[in-house]
């Protein structure tokens, strides 16, 4: 059986604490279906792609700060279930460099892997089980979920109805 009809979701975002709400909320369904997930957060500069993992990354049990790997590229939170890894390809120069960290090594169905400016390392990256783009709306921000795979299709399935103000589907 193909994949069913792929979900669509956008959701207003008025300011930074419904963005790490939405990622809290998004933590939630993962744990609730019981595996990992691969997710791309794509917008511009300043548009919410650290604060939405940083609440996804608290929402899974991590108490401590959540910092930006944009240095390391990645930021391992291994005692999280499911392990999850922040990666920050911002500054990443070729998608090649990627192959050099192992990084297909980080991919495993039951982790969570997400992915600010995964657009740098096409071509390397596994496809995304959801796709999370933030951009301007209004005096916030819009999230728009686009699930890839049938278990991101899950993911948006569970998670509709109990994100932040959703404004169409």
């Avoid at 933590?27 to 300043?46: D, M, N, P, R, S």
């Avoid at 980080?106 to 969570?112: A, G, K, L, N």
Wanted: overall charge negative; charged content about 25%; proline content about 4%.
């Amino acid at each position: 059986m193909g994949l069913e009809r792929i979900s669509v979701d956008t959701f207003f975002l008025p300011d930074e604490a419904a963005t790490g709400e939405l990622g809290r909320q998004l933590a939630e369904q993962i744990t609730a279906q019981g595996q990992g997930a691969v997710i791309f957060l794509e917008g511009e500069l300043g548009m919410g792609k650290t604060t939405l993992s940083r609440g996804l990354i608290r929402g899974l049990g991590h108490e401590g700060a959540v910092k930006s790997p944009t240095y390391t590229l990645v930021e391992p939170y291994e005692h999280l279930t499911p392990v999850t890894y922040h990666f920050d390809l911002y500054r990443l120069g070729d998608p090649e460099e990627l192959e050099y960290m192992g990084i297909r090594d980080y991919f495993q169905s039951d982790r969570v892997c997400l992915i600010e400016w995964a657009e740098r390392g096409q071509g390397v990256l596994p496809e995304a089980d959801l796709v999370v783009r933030l951009g301007k709306m209004k005096e916030g921000r819009q999230a728009r979920l686009i699930a890839g795979t049938d278990a991101g299709n899950q993911l948006c399935r569970r998670l509709h109805g109990q994100a932040p103000t959703q404004t169409d589907n």
